[in-house]
């Protein structure tokens, strides 16, 4: 989000800029209220006991673990917001700096499969995160064309 809201805002493309900032944060909406009442715990928490051993990576994963341990908060895995909120914006790509889709989209595909392979997030949060995404980008487009439509009637 912020590689493409800083390149809208710096190209003051506003409409575009206000467009994805829209579809992020209806997405985000979206995925809390399903939260709430999908209070799904990460497998962090949820398989524990089933690990085999602690995730290799040095320092970096060492930190991680160090904040997963002390302030993991234990629900609110599904849908993953991480992805939400990611595949909103790459939508908004695709609408807005179609290059920057094909530069984004690999690395969405790999924090997609980084999340379970930590252990955040189960395969089914990701696809819930990807259709939260993708309904944030419908109906954040419909809440633009709204104000857009509005704002031409009072002008």
């Known amino acids: 989000m912020l590689l493409l809201g800083g ?3 710096y190209r003051e493309d506003w409409h575009g800029y206000w467009s994805v900032m829209t579809y992020s944060a209806v997405a985000y909406a979206i995925g809390y209220v399903i939260a709430i009442f999908f209070p799904i715990e990460s497998p962090w928490f949820a398989m524990a006991g089933s690990w085999h051993g602690e995730l290799q990576g040095g320092p970096f994963t060492a930190t991680i673990n160090f904040v997963e341990h002390y302030g993991r908060v234990r629900g609110a895995a599904f849908p993953s917001e991480h992805v939400a909120g990611s595949v909103a914006v790459l939508w908004g790509a695709w609408r807005h700096r179609r290059w920057l889709f094909w530069v984004m989209l690999p690395l969405l ?3 997609c ?3 379970v392979w930590g252990r955040y997030h189960y395969v089914a949060d990701i696809l819930g995160g990807m259709v939260t995404g993708t309904l944030g980008f419908v109906i954040g487009g419909w809440v633009m064309r709204k104000q857009v439509s509005q704002t ?3 002008g």
């Open 109 to 111: 595909l790999c924090m």
């Open 7 to 9: 390149i809208l805002y």
């Open 113 to 115: 499969v980084s999340t």
């Open 152 to 154: 031409r009637m009072e």
